[in-house]
C-alpha cells in the first residue's frame, strides 16, 4: 500500500517523514527472534498479549513500530516504564507502562522464601532468574510475573484502544529489556538489583549460622602411609588427567557491593574475567586461539571481534564501553573487530598496511576481481570490491560503505589459490 499523501495546493505531495527517536530502540534486524526470547520475556508478551484481546489489531502495528525504530530510550523504574514513541505527528507521544508493585509484607514473604533456598539465593547473585525462583514466590502469594491485568498501559494519543499501537510497541521492547536483564522484572515490582541482593545476604548470614565440629571416630582417621613403605612398594598407575570442561568458567559473584567510587567498574573486572575464564580453557585445549602472545592493539581487535559473534549486530553498549576505555570511536574498533574475524592479525594489518607486493600477486588479484581492476600497492580495486594482500600472503576482502569508507567483507584466503577465494560476484 502507498504511504497516504496530502493536498498542499499545487499537487500531490508526499508526507514530510518524522524523524526517528535516538536510543537503544534502533531497528531490530531482519529476522531477528521474536520478543521475548527468554521465558520470562516471553511470559511479559503473553501478559500484554493477553490483555489486548478485546482489541488485538493494535498488536501487529505495535509490533511495528518496535522494530522500526519509533521507540525512543526505555526508562525502567519501580512500577513503571516511560518512553517516548514517534507516531505521525510532529511531537512524539508520551507511553507509561504501569506494574503493580509488591507490598513490603509481599516482599518480606518472598526473601524468606527464596533465603531459605540456598540455590534460590545463588542463583540470583549469579544474575540468573531460573524457573524455580518465579514458581516459589508464587507459593507465597506474590507472583514476580505479572498477569493481564497487571500491566496498564498508557499513551497520549487520541486513540482510544488499550494498549494503543505506541504502548504495544513499548511493551514489547520492554520484553527486550527483560530478557537482557531479568532484575528489570524485579524492578518493576518495587525493588532495585542492589536492594533485593543485600535482603537476600542479610538473611542468609542470618540463617547459615556454623555448626558446632564435633571429634572423628578413631576408626574413621586416615593416619596416611609412611613414606619409606610407599617408595619402596610397587609403584601406581598415574591418574588419567581429567578432561577439560566443555565451556569456560563463569566469575564468582563478589560477596558484597564494592564502596561507591570511581576507581572501580564491577562490570568492567567480571567482563575481564570472563574472558580471562575462555582464554584459559583454549590454552587448556592447545587450540591456540588464547592469544597470549598478541599486542595491546591486537588484543584490543581479538576483544572487539568476540562481541560481534554470530550475531548480525555487537552488543552495542559493551563495544561503546571498549572503545571509550581504549580512546577510540566505536566504528574504529568495530573495524577492527571485523578485521579480526576476518583472518586474525594478518587481516588487521590489512587495515592500514600499504606496501608493494610485486606485479605477479597484483595480477592474480585482477583476475579475481575481473575485467576493470586496478591495482595501487598491495590493493585491488574494482568498483565498491577491493581485495588487500597481507604481507601473511592472504587476500583479504573489502567492500566500500555509502559512507566511502572500506570495511572487511569477509574472511581471507590464500594468494596465488583461486579456487580458495569466496565468490565476489
Not at 534486524?29 to 516471553?42: D, L
Not at 528489570?184 to 540463617?207: M, N, Y
Not at 591418574?239 to 572501580?264: A, F, S
Not at 597484483?362 to 591495482?375: T, V
Request: charge should be positive; include cysteine; charged fraction near 25%.
Amino acid at each position: 500500500m502507498s504511504p497516504p499523501r496530502r493536498r498542499d495546493g499545487t499537487g500531490w505531495s508526499w508526507p514530510v517523514s518524522r524523524p526517528r527517536l535516538p536510543g537503544p530502540s534502533a531497528p531490530r534486524a531482519a529476522g531477528r527472534a521474536p520478543f521475548g526470547s527468554t521465558w520470562w520475556g516471553r511470559a511479559w508478551v503473553d501478559a500484554l498479549e493477553g490483555r489486548a484481546s478485546l482489541d488485538p489489531n493494535r498488536l501487529p502495528r505495535g509490533r511495528t513500530y518496535a522494530r522500526s525504530g519509533a521507540v525512543g530510550e526505555l526508562t525502567i523504574g519501580a512500577g513503571q516504564v516511560t518512553a517516548r514513541v514517534q507516531g505521525s505527528r510532529p511531537s512524539p507521544y508520551r507511553v507509561t507502562v504501569g506494574v503493580r508493585t509488591f507490598t513490603g509484607e509481599e516482599w518480606d514473604r518472598v526473601l524468606d522464601a527464596l533465603a531459605a533456598q540456598i540455590g534460590h539465593t545463588a542463583a540470583l547473585l549469579d544474575g540468573e532468574l531460573p524457573p524455580e525462583v518465579a514458581a516459589e514466590a508464587s507459593s507465597v502469594g506474590a507472583d514476580l510475573l505479572p498477569g493481564p491485568g497487571d500491566i496498564r498501559p498508557s499513551c497520549s494519543c487520541p486513540d482510544s484502544a488499550n494498549p494503543c499501537k505506541h504502548a504495544a510497541a513499548v511493551c514489547y521492547l520492554v520484553a527486550d529489556a527483560l530478557d537482557r536483564d531479568p532484575f528489570d522484572l524485579l524492578l518493576l515490582r518495587g525493588r532495585k538489583r542492589s536492594e533485593l541482593l543485600a535482603a537476600l545476604r542479610a538473611r542468609r548470614a542470618v540463617t547459615s549460622t556454623p555448626e558446632t565440629p564435633t571429634a572423628p571416630e578413631t576408626a574413621d582417621i586416615d593416619r596416611g602411609v609412611p613414606a619409606r613403605e610407599a617408595w619402596t612398594g610397587p609403584r601406581a598407575d598415574l591418574p588419567i588427567p581429567p578432561l577439560p570442561p566443555r565451556h569456560p568458567g563463569r566469575p564468582p559473584t563478589l560477596p558484597g557491593d564494592p564502596p561507591p567510587g570511581p576507581t572501580l567498574d564491577v562490570v568492567r573486572i567480571q567482563r575481564l574475567a570472563a574472558d580471562a575464564a575462555t582464554r584459559a580453557l583454549e590454552l587448556a585445549l592447545g587450540s591456540g586461539a588464547h592469544g597470549l602472545d598478541l599486542s595491546l592493539d591486537e588484543d584490543l581487535a581479538r576483544r572487539a571481534a568476540g562481541l560481534l559473534g554470530p550475531r548480525p549486530t555487537p552488543d552495542g553498549l559493551v563495544l561503546v564501553a571498549l572503545a571509550a576505555a581504549a580512546g577510540i570511536t566505536p566504528a574504529a574498533l568495530l573495524r577492527r573487530g571485523q578485521a579480526w574475524q576476518a583472518g586474525g592479525s594478518g587481516a588487521l594489518a590489512t587495515l592500514d598496511d600499504l606496501w608493494d607486493p610485486g606485479r605477479e600477486p597484483l595480477a592474480e588479484g585482477k583476475r579475481l576481481l575481473g575485467r576493470g581492476a586496478w591495482a595501487r600497492r598491495n590493493r585491488v580495486t574494482l568498483d565498491d570490491r577491493q581485495l588487500r594482500l597481507g604481507r601473511d600472503g592472504s587476500w583479504y576482502p573489502y567492500r566500500k560503505t555509502g559512507g566511502g569508507q572500506w570495511e572487511p567483507d569477509g574472511p581471507g584466503f590464500p594468494a596465488a589459490t583461486r579456487d580458495a577465494g569466496p565468490d565476489l560476484d
